[in-house]
């Protein structure tokens, strides 16, 4: 016989029914057991050393009497009168790096995502395999491709590229290596593929069928592209100009192997700092600046281009 | 002519993307190019003539091949240590709800976000706060704790995507949890796994800036290279950089090609 | 079969209920699948089928009472203890396992080392003895369904869950996978819980329907029972389609025997008392349902050959479309503003066209009464029918 009837609305619990779900609730620790060693990790050596880096800037003394926490904000003042064209720089090289993969790295990832066909996943892999060559090695390749004298200068010098790049101050006579342009071309180069995969990744999400529905609703092609494919790209832009603009505002290898003393970056600053000069509340005060700042920009960004969802 | 301008307006995309396949491989074709090098004086910055010398002895300049073999074991470590800790919080975030979830994605992700030379800065002053000997080991816990990240990104996303009624098929096919996780969850995870083990590597091996805050006198290869850029770079770094290039792209054809089979005979 | 395996199937749920903070998806409820029977939870979406299916799987905790398998308290089981296996929705096939690894996954969970006769038998059971080696990515529809259940049933589980489990298929497979599940039913004689929002697909293969709605159960019985004697306006309405009209007691029964005699305008309605969920007391308000197909049609101009005793109703016709089997009319009345008429294409009364004024009488035991202190339109596809539209159109 089946029945059915409304039952009256459960007491609580009592005795007989919580020991017997005992091991069903010990589940409840899971999670925590899953994230505690690693989440310990990145504890103690990210968090902690930033809290060390903070109490280092407001350090006095020196390396043979030691430093001790005095509260001396001033250094902050210092290291950024001292080194304000460095910061600038770097802001500059890193933004024009980024608007150059963004520009170089689109069409590659439409290609890879729209127009490859069977070549799709040798592209890829031609796009990801020069990382496993050091990119010390590649970065050092550039002096040999802009070396003065070069093909390549020679090439940009008679057809006058050389001319306005030097009339915009980024090179000097006709030379590149040793000037801004080369520390850009290598800051581009370096970080091109983290351009290019979130790029084609989100690029490969967008369904084919939206692009011959807009194309049927009179849309042309190049209207196609700014109405449906770049909006729907929007993920990928946004992910691939912080994974650009970070690392390149923050490093100093493609300055230091390609520029000169001109063109130096904060990277620089710090890394000699902390590493030559062992000047640690300079050198630590400066990093928080660049933290600080990086931070606030990327904050306003995601803020700004609306993908929250991103993080 | 007017067909010729259809045609490149029709491709204008395709060529645009071919350059910059062209600007991303040029350095590596000069990279290989110079592994043939017989350079004059310290510097191999300019072509003088073909010679196989560097092929022939790749492991011909001091402390090269050593420094090489160091940052192979570091890069092994360390994907291990990130690829476990980081699968295990990936598989807590999207599998399970508890508290501060907020503040623990932002931990994860703070350390994507953060210039290299920040995290390496920040670091060093802990460890010369705790009085640690800079090294080996301080170099493995900098490079397991930025590769964590980059794992937990890779492997999350393979995690969410999988249907959570596959593991309930598993537990109402009398498999226990750690039956569950062995014979469904995990296999259907791994490519995600994989591919956070292999970018933890790819990243380990190649870093540079952290670890030239953190090793101390312990010089990996990336260091070497570095050094050589101010002493005079041998032939041979070009050999090993051409060699692992090809290594790299012939193992990833082979790989493509055993799938491609797979499929085939599944058929 | 012992009389230990005769109950050993049985589902009992007692007073069990599901809330997720503060929404309730299962109100706390009672129920008893017997051993052996195909028993249907039909709702729409988000009605709490799927909880109930999912808190006898073990899958979902309930948040009191307890489940019972035959004599055995299930309700503290982990899943893969409980002799129960499911047929998930979109069957949730091991994608890195082939077809034989996906059916002998339970077999081998449980220690059973020789598994090839069975995994072999139960394969030909659902004729996919050439597939085993395949992935499931490279089955149809069709055949990934008939997989789930071989994984399932290879088990000899005391109860079998689905999961809209035809949920995926096109409308011709979904008929045919319908008799096939039944056959295999039958054949097993395994008791089968399915958890459906396709009335069609609960009447033809249950035999004990459970109608859910708002995490309730509002009506329990065979489908031939539901279907002539809602005790709702959601099940009538859920259940195929009906027409209502508003009406007053005038006469109660003296007898639950007798007919209730009711007002509707200016029409007068009997009611069997035996058929009325509603107070039968003089005075009280009743809704009056009615199947379309009941209802006879004849043209106002033969209203005098209609015979004595049935219970009729005038109006326009406003619509009618022509189906095949049948012919379906909208007539306007001014008891109910449009009344669905099903009338079989016998013979064709051509005076029987938009416009006409025309007579609706059927049987007074057709006749069903409701409590008229519900809403007309529960159940139908403007309310909680949402799923039925998409499929139709799906389908």
Same mark, same amino acid.
């Given at each position: ?311 | ?267 | ?175 045919? !996978? ?33 109608? !859910? ?183």
């Amino acid at each position: 016989m089946t029945t059915v009837t409304d039952a009256p609305p459960p007491k609580a619990p009592a005795g007989e029914d919580a020991p017997a779900r005992g091991p069903r609730k010990r589940g409840r620790l899971v999670p925590y057991w899953l994230l505690l060693p690693g989440i310990l990790w990145l504890l103690v050596f990210f968090a902690l050393p930033l809290v060390y880096q903070a109490s280092t800037s407001v350090q006095t003394g020196s390396l043979e009497e030691g430093f001790k926490v005095t509260w001396h904000f001033a250094t902050y003042w210092e290291a950024l009168t001292d080194y304000w064209p460095q910061f600038l720089r770097s802001v500059l090289y890193a933004g024009a790096a980024t608007v150059l993969c963004l520009l170089l790295g689109y069409p590659l990832a439409y290609l890879i995502a729209f127009r490859a066909g069977r070549w799709r996943n040798v592209i890829l892999v031609l796009v990801i395999a020069p990382f496993f060559t050091s990119f010390l090695i590649r970065t050092l390749a550039w002096k040999t491709i802009l070396a003065d004298g070069g093909p390549v200068v020679d090439a940009l010098n008679s057809l006058h590229v050389l001319d306005v790049t030097s009339w915009l101050g980024v090179t000097a006579g006709d030379r590149v290596l040793a000037t801004p342009l080369a520390v850009i071309c290598g800051l581009t180069y370096n970080f091109l593929p983290f351009m290019i995969l979130p790029l084609y990744t989100s690029l490969e999400r967008i369904d084919g069928r939206l692009h011959e529905a807009a194309g049927d609703l009179y849309a042309k092609p190049s209207t196609t592209f700014r109405k449906v494919t770049f909006p729907l790209s929007m993920p990928g832009v946004v992910s691939g100009t912080l994974l650009t603009f970070i690392p390149a505002a923050g490093d100093y290898v493609n300055a230091d192997l390609l520029g000169s003393t001109d063109t130096r970056m904060v990277g620089n600053v710090i890394q000699t700092q902390f590493l030559r000069i062992l000047d640690y509340p300079t050198a630590a005060a400066l990093s928080f600046i660049l933290m600080a700042a990086i931070l606030f920009m990327v904050t306003f960004y995601i803020r700004k281009s609306g993908t929250e969802d991103l993080v | 002519m007017a067909a010729f301008f259809r045609w490149l307006r029709r491709n204008l995309v395709v060529i645009a993307g071919l350059f910059t396949l062209g600007y991303l491989l040029l350095p590596n074709v000069v990279v290989t190019v110079f592994s043939f090098n017989k350079p004059k004086g310290r510097f191999n910055y300019s072509w003088q003539e073909f010679s196989l010398d560097a092929w022939k002895d790749p492991c011909g300049v001091a402390d090269m091949c050593g420094s090489l073999s160091l940052s192979l074991q570091i890069a092994a470590w360390a994907t291990i240590g990130a690829t476990v800790l980081g699968t295990m919080i990936a598989f807590a975030l999207v599998r399970y709800r508890f508290r501060a979830r907020g503040a623990i994605n932002s931990l994860i992700f703070l350390p994507m976000a953060m210039p290299e030379v920040v995290m390496a800065a920040s670091l060093l002053t802990l460890f010369l706060n705790m009085g640690a000997q800079l090294g080996f080991w301080t170099v493995l816990i900098a490079h397991i704790m930025f590769c964590l990240s980059f794992v937990v990104t890779a492997v999350k996303a393979r995690v969410m995507s999988m249907d959570p009624r596959l593991e309930q098929a598993a537990q109402d096919l009398y498999a226990g949890p750690v039956q569950t996780f062995l014979r469904v969850t995990l296999p259907i995870a791994a490519p995600g796994i994989a591919a956070g083990a292999l970018l933890a590597f790819a990243l380990s091996f190649d870093d540079f800036i952290i670890t030239n805050f953190n090793a101390g006198s312990t010089v990996t290869f990336p260091m070497f290279v570095w050094g050589s850029a101010q002493r005079g770079t041998p032939v041979q770094i070009n050999v090993i950089g051409t060699a692992m290039f090809l290594v790299a792209v012939l193992l990833v054809l082979a790989g493509m090609l055993v799938g491609r089979r797979r499929n085939k005979q599944a058929k | 079969m012992t009389s230990a395996q005769e109950t050993g199937g049985d589902v009992r749920l007692t007073g069990i209920s599901k809330t997720y903070g503060s929404f309730t998806a299962v109100h706390p409820l009672d129920l008893t699948v017997p051993q052996g029977s195909f028993f249907a939870l039909l709702g729409a979406s988000g009605c709490g089928k799927t909880t109930t299916l999912r808190m006898i799987a073990g899958l979902e905790e309930p948040s009191s009472g307890t489940v019972h398998l035959g004599d055995q308290d299930v309700t503290a089981l982990p899943p893969y203890k409980r002799p129960v296996n499911t047929v998930f929705q979109s069957y949730a096939l091991f994608p890195h396992l082939d077809i034989f690894e996906n059916v002998a996954f339970g077999l081998r969970r449980r220690g059973i080392k020789s598994v090839k006769n069975q995994v072999g038998d139960m394969l030909d059971l659902v004729q996919l003895g050439e597939q085993a080696r395949k992935k499931p990515h490279q089955l149809s529809g069709g055949q990934q369904q008939r997989v789930a259940v071989a994984r399932a049933l290879i088990n000899h589980p005391k109860v079998l869950l689905l999961d809209e489990p035809l949920g995926a298929l096109d409308l011709k497979l979904r008929r045919q !996978m319908q008799l096939e599940l039944k056959r295999i039913q039958t054949e097993v004689g395994i008791t089968f819980v399915h958890v459906t929002h396709d009335q069609e697909e609960a009447m033809t293969m249950a035999d004990t329907v459970a109608v !859910m709605n708002g995490g309730r159960v509002e009506q329990l019985g065979a489908p031939a029972d539901l279907y002539e004697n809602p005790r709702t306006t959601f099940v009538a309405n859920f259940l195929g389609t009906s027409n209502f009209i508003e009406a007053e007691i005038q006469a109660g029964a003296a007898r639950s025997g007798d007919d209730l005699v009711l007002k509707a305008g200016d029409c007068k309605l009997t009611l069997p008392a035996a058929r009325c969920g509603g107070p039968a007391t003089t005075g009280g308000k009743v809704l009056v349902g009615v199947r379309p197909e009941k209802i006879s049609l004849t043209h106002a101009d033969d209203a005098g050959q209609i015979p004595e005793g049935r219970n009729r109703i005038t109006g326009r016709i406003a619509d009618s479309s022509f189906i095949g089997v049948s012919t379906q009319y909208v007539v306007h009345s001014p008891v109910c503003p449009s009344f669905e008429v099903y009338a079989q294409n016998v013979e064709r009364d051509t005076r029987l066209v938009p416009g006409a004024e025309v007579v609706l009488h059927w049987n007074p035991a057709h006749t069903f009464g409701l409590d008229a202190a519900q809403s007309l339109l529960a159940g139908t596809t403007g309310s909680a029918g949402v799923e039925k539209v998409e499929e139709d159109a799906s389908a």
